[in-house]
């Protein structure tokens, strides 16, 4: 199975920084990568597909770049509902598999 | 509108079954693939399972593979997931999320809002 490393675990800023999380495969997966927010109690929402594609309604702030291993999540401006757990979702081949999360706290 | 509302979890001791529904409205749900996915207490996101709209293709996460069975009621618009030899590490909220409908986009977009399986004596 492919192995997604996503770091950092945890992250904190304050609003309006612009963040950065990384993801990475353990093979190349072309750009078959997605990214979703997961706040306490919630299901997980979709941000970004195919690496750099913004899902409906998803504010630009969000957005997505990378091929074959490396990936990013940037945020460029941070506002209070985006603290919250982020996570990547290889979608390359079966099992898909997920980062282990990156949770982004108000400094 | 996409709705996806999950059914079915409670607790269960170690060994047990427990069958999962997922009841969709708001797309045409045969066209769509679909996907379970849990999350244990406290922790990260885990795929479980996977079928295709017609429900000829399936694949499983190794850690239920031969335990768990997904499948699907299309006129009824509905997903299952049959838990069998139910573990402690089983504990989890369960989510159903859509995947693909053939445009080649297979991230799941849409999730239910998830049920709580408990897996304890």
Redesign the interface.
């Known amino acids: 199975?492919i192995q997604m490393t996503q770091s950092p675990s945890s992250l904190s800023a304050s609003v309006g920084d612009r963040v950065t999380i990384t993801c990475r495969a353990s093979q190349g997966i072309r750009d078959?990568l997605?990214w979703?927010q997961?706040s306490p109690g919630?299901?997980?929402?979709?941000l970004i597909?195919?690496t750099s594609?913004l899902?409906s309604g998803v504010p630009s702030r969000f957005s997505g770049s990378g091929y074959g291993t490396d990936f990013t999540l940037t945020i460029s401006s941070l506002q209070p509902e985006d603290f919250a757990t982020y996570?990547c979702?290889q979608?390359h081949n079966?099992?898909?598999?997920?980062?282990?999360?990156t949770k982004l706290e108000i400094k | 509108e996409v709705q996806l509302v999950e059914s079915g979890g409670g607790l269960v001791q170690p060994g047990g079954s427990l069958r999962l529904s997922c009841a969709a409205s708001g797309f045409t749900f045969s066209s769509y693939e679909m996907?379970w996915?849990r999350q244990a207490p406290g922790k990260?996101?885990?795929?479980v399972s996977?079928i295709s709209g017609s429900g000829s293709i399936i694949?499983?996460?190794?850690s239920v593979k031969g335990r768990f069975t997904i499948s699907r009621d299309n006129p009824k618009n509905s997903l299952y997931l049959q838990m069998n030899s139910l573990r402690a590490e089983d504990t989890a909220v369960y989510?159903c999320a859509r995947g693909d409908d053939g445009s080649g986009?297979?991230?799941?977009?849409?999730?239910?809002?998830?049920t709580l399986v408990t897996v304890s004596s």
């Not at chain 2, 990260?44 to 795929?47: F, K, S, V």
């Open positions: 199975a078959d997605g979703y997961q919630k299901a997980p929402k979709l597909y195919a594609n899902h996570y979702l979608d079966y099992p898909r598999t997920f980062g282990q999360g | 996907n996915v990260g996101l885990e795929w996977y694949y499983y996460a190794d989510y986009w297979p991230t799941p977009d849409y999730w239910g809002q998830g």
